[in-house]
């Protein structure tokens, strides 16, 4: 199982980016999806979730800026981030769900390299 994610780079506030991530070696439609990021100096951070049918679940610091989705055809989670901050400053990874709470990086069993997101004020 491979998961490939980009999408990252240098953005100023209040601009926007769009994360993908590719999978391979699963059956992508079987799994509800998750970005996760890190920043420096921190715990890895729950952003956001897609079910296997599609609902969407956010941690409340991007609700509202941030939209998870997904292709099953081209076997792709997107994350699209608006209105972004520095505060937002990360890399992000993207993750298969395994069982369990989804805010909880122990959840998840695949894992992507992640892509760095730098957020300037």
């Known amino acids: 199982v491979q998961l490939q994610a980009s999408g990252g780079g240098l953005v100023q506030a209040g601009d926007s980016l769009k994360l993908s991530c590719v999978a391979s070696g699963l059956t992508f439609g079987s799994y509800a999806l998750s970005w996760f990021r890190q920043a420096p100096g921190k715990e890895r951070e729950f952003v956001a979730t897609i079910s296997r049918n599609g609902g969407g679940y956010y941690a409340d610091s991007v609700k509202g800026r941030f939209t998870i989705s997904r292709d099953n055809a081209r076997n792709t989670v997107n994350l699209q981030m608006n209105s972004l901050k520095p505060e937002d400053t990360a890399v992000y990874h993207c993750?298969?769900?395994?069982?369990?709470?989804?805010?909880?990086?122990?959840?998840?069993?695949?894992w992507g390299q992640g892509t760095q997101v730098t957020v300037s004020s």
């Open positions: 993750a298969t769900h395994n069982s369990g709470n989804y805010g909880s990086s122990s959840s998840y069993r695949y």
